[in-house]
C-alpha cells in the first residue's frame, strides 16, 4: 500500500480509500471480513456518508464497538441534495451541515469525523459563509479537516482565499470523478467528473490539491458490467479503445484490467487518492494490488490518448 497526505491532518492516508456501500447490513461477519482484509493489505480510511443512510453507519458503529474508535480514518460525507425535490433539492445550509454532522457521528457511535466531505455544492451560496459554518465544528471538536465532493475547483481556490484571509481553516481535499472512462452524461444529479476536463486535471496537478476519485476504477465499464447505467454513461467509441488498449497493456503486465484502471488514476501527475467498492474478500486483494503498480507518464498517455 501507499500512501499520502493532506493540509491539516496529521496522519498518511492510504491512497485506496474503502467505501461502505458494498458492507452488507445483515452480515456483520462478511463485513467484517472485508474490513479486515482491507486494513491487513495496509488500507486506513472508509468512505461514509449521512445520505446512505443508517444502515451503513450501524455496521460501522459494531465495527469501531469490536476493533475500537481508531480503527480506521473517518472519511464522512453529507449536504447531499433531494432528488426529485422542486427546488432542486439543494442542501448547502448551516442547518443541514449541523444536523448531518452530528447524525454522522451519532449514527456511528464515536466521537468525532476525521473528515467532513460536502456532497454537493450550491453556487448561491456566499463560499465565506461556508467556511465559517466548517469552522465552528472543526473548534467544536467534531470534525478535522473537510472538503467538497463534486466541486469545480473555483469554488475550493475561493474558500480557501477566504480561509486565509480571515485566519480560518481552509478546504483539505476535493472528491470528484476521475477515471480513464469517460462519461457521456451524469451518473447521478450534479455529478462532477473531471476525466475529460483539461482544465481543472491541470489545476490540480499544478497546485497538489488532494483528489479522492470516485469510481476510479470506471464504474465498472472495464470490468464489462452489463448495467444500464453503465452502458448510458460509458458506452462510447473513444472508452472501447481505451478498453480495448487497457486490456493488452494489462495482459503484458500481468495484472487485471481493474488493477491497472485503478493504477492509472493513481498515476496522474496529481495527488490522488482513490475510492474502492469491493464487495468479497478476493476483490480486496484484487484491489490493493493496484497501489503498488507504477506506470511511466508514456503509457498513462497512451492508455487515454492512443
Known sequence: MKYGTVPHFDKEISRLVMGVIPLPHNDLVLAFELLDAYRAAGGNIIDNSYHYGPGFSAVMKAYYEARG????????????????????GMRLTKEAMDEEIRGNIERQGVSYSDFYVMH?????????????????????????????????????????????????????????????AAANEEMWTGAWSISDNREERDWYEKTQFPLFSWSSGGGGFFAHVDSGDVHRVYDNPTNFARRERLEAMAADKGVTPTQLALAWTLNQPINSFAL??????????????????ELTSAEVNHLELG
Not at 472519511?75 to 441534495?81: A, S
Open 120 to 180: 454537493r455544492d450550491d453556487e448561491n451560496v456566499p463560499i465565506g459563509e461556508v467556511v465559517e459554518w466548517l469552522n465552528e465544528h472543526k473548534n467544536e471538536g467534531r470534525i478535522r479537516v473537510f472538503g467538497g465532493s463534486n466541486w469545480k475547483t473555483y469554488r475550493i481556490a475561493a474558500a480557501n482565499e477566504y480561509a486565509e484571509a480571515h485566519g480560518l481553516q481552509g478546504f483539505s481535499v476535493s472528491s470528484p470523478n476521475l477515471s480513464l
Open 69 to 88: 474508535e481508531d480503527a480506521l480514518i473517518r472519511f464522512d460525507k453529507g449536504n447531499h441534495h433531494y432528488y426529485g425535490a422542486p427546488d432542486g
Open 276 to 293: 474502492i467498492g469491493p464487495r468479497t474478500v478476493e476483490q480486496v486483494q484484487d484491489n490493493v494490488v493496484a497501489a503498488d503498480i
